[in-house]
């Protein structure tokens, strides 16, 4: 997955990346929203993981974003259970 220069590609690869990419973004959008208004009430959205930094200046997507949050919760397991 790439970010793609335009929203309308000129080849084939450029349509089908552009297709993925911002299929992603409303897809981010609309779960996101979904669970906005399940819950009632505003919440921080923050993206993390490989592909993060892709999504980067898609639109507001994200209020922050953490690439290593995975690991961050780790070593505050592994620090609590060393107490």
């Known amino acids: ?3 793609p220069q ?6 084939t690869v450029a349509c ?7 299929g992603y973004v409303g897809l981010i959008k609309e779960i996101c929203a979904r669970i906005r208004a399940e819950h009632g009430k505003e919440m921080k959205v923050i993206s993390t993981g ?6 980067q200046g898609a639109e507001k997507l994200f209020d922050s974003f953490e690439d290593d949050l995975t690991m961050h ?11």
């Not at 335009?6 to 080849?11: C, E, F, M, S, W």
């Not at 490989?50 to 999504?55: E, H, S, T």
Request: aromatic fraction near 10%.
């Open 1 to 3: 997955i790439a970010k």
């Open 6 to 11: 335009a929203v309308i590609g000129t080849n």
């Open 16 to 22: 089908m990346q552009s297709g993925v990419f911002w």
């Open 50 to 55: 490989g592909l993060a930094p892709l999504f």
């Open 73 to 83: 919760g780790l070593r505050l397991i592994h620090d609590h259970n060393q107490e």
